[in-house]
């Protein structure tokens, strides 16, 4: 059977013509370097932010507010990313405005409040983080945060109807059991008391999983957000919440530092650190910058693919801390945390197929949808003399 023509091209022809010029765009080795770029910024900053973090305690730190206010106070750092993001946008030729509903975005005062809420939410959860780090090894400390996957799941299924696979099931089973066998692992370190390590222990791993689980529900509301508040997607909009929550949190956490009475005692605690005033202030200076890009890593990871898969790469970090720690900070890592790490990463496998079988499913629907579209195009006059078999 002989395939009709439309204007004198065959479907066959058209067809080919659209997947040919669909190659092109899926294969761009643009994207894959920005992917990589940001996938190495967020690897790279988020180990080294939490092992600094965690040398600043091990050396004589106690604030756990100035180990929180060195996750937000260097928002001046994106600033010019902003500036340089938002010059590209209004560029006739790189415009990459992303419209997501045609109603207009919500009033002005809607969007400051949400960034206030947003804000507050981030210095909290921040703030159980830094807790959470101060009471427990850096390799128990990250093991857990992998569980920040599973409340991201959680929550997105609640605010934007993920879907529950059975791949998504086994992510999230692993990672509580994996947060669970942490729970329960003995306390091999020296200090004095038994009673007080348990009690620690307690307080570093509520802390830390609920901040894990204050992190996904931040995640998840950024994406409900993005979608039905703004009404918007570009780099300008991600980046501007990411400036304005590390405006709220730094405030929110100056607050907190000097109502707690902390402030008293950091020109004390920078004098007695263990490697020296210098370092202590080198300490806390590239913790600081190391989050602030770690954020941009985040919302290029964001733009370029989902919230959900940058949340996943994060999580990738999750082997590399534990091994870092145990370079340079000495730690341990028995069998407990290595089958714990084990599941984990399985647990983060798990969830990164399913993000490529639901990406690849919506590519094909797109590329069906656009072959569709050129095809009825190529056709115009379908009814008319010009169709011919």
């Not at 714990?340 to 797109?366: C, P």
Request: one cysteine or more; hydrophobic letters at 45%.
């Amino acid at each position: 059977m002989s395939s009709f023509d439309i204007d004198g091209v065959s479907v066959e022809e058209a067809n080919e013509e659209t997947n040919r010029s669909a190659i092109p765009e899926s294969t761009n080795y643009k994207w894959w370097l920005r992917v990589a770029v940001y996938s190495l910024m967020i690897l790279t900053c988020e180990s080294a932010a939490t092992i600094l973090e965690r040398l600043y305690y091990e050396n004589g730190g106690k604030s756990k507010w100035m180990g929180t206010l060195v996750q937000h106070i260097g928002f001046p750092i994106l600033l010019p990313y902003h500036t340089i993001s938002s010059a590209a946008e209004n560029s006739p030729t790189t415009n990459r405005s992303l419209s997501i509903h045609s109603k207009s975005p919500s009033s002005s005062l809607i969007i400051a409040a949400v960034h206030v809420f947003l804000g507050l939410l981030v210095a909290a959860y921040s703030l159980l983080h830094s807790i959470g780090l101060f009471h427990l090894p850096v390799t128990t400390f990250s093991l857990i945060c992998a569980s920040q996957l599973a409340f991201n799941a959680i929550f997105s299924f609640f605010l934007n109807s993920q879907k529950f696979t059975a791949n998504i099931v086994n992510s999230l089973v692993l990672l509580t059991i994996s947060s669970t066998l942490l729970l329960l692992q003995p306390n091999s370190s020296g200090r004095p008391s038994h009673e007080v390590l348990e009690r620690n222990s307690a307080i570093g791993f509520i802390c830390t999983i609920s901040g894990s689980a204050g992190y996904g529900l931040v995640l998840s509301l950024k994406q409900f957000i993005i979608q039905n508040v703004i009404k918007m997607k570009t780099f300008s909009v991600v980046i501007d919440m990411a400036v304005y929550q590390s405006v709220v949190a730094s405030c929110a956490t100056i607050v907190g530092l000097f109502a707690s009475g902390e402030w008293r005692g950091l020109n004390k605690e920078m004098y007695e650190f263990g490697l020296g005033k210098v370092s202590y202030l080198m300490i806390l200076i590239w913790t600081s910058v190391s989050w602030k890009v770690l954020t941009i890593g985040e919302v290029g990871m964001i733009l370029e693919v989902s919230s959900l898969f940058s949340n996943a790469v994060s999580v990738l970090s999750l082997p590399l801390v534990p091994v870092l720690a145990v370079i340079f900070l000495h730690e341990s890592l028995d069998g407990i945390r290595v089958v714990a790490m084990v599941l984990s990463i399985w647990g983060f496998i798990s969830f990164v197929y399913q993000h490529y079988l639901d990406d690849h499913d919506m590519f094909k629907t797109e590329n069906r949808d656009e072959n569709w579209e050129k095809q009825d195009t190529r056709a115009g006059g379908f009814c008319s003399s010009n169709l011919r078999y």
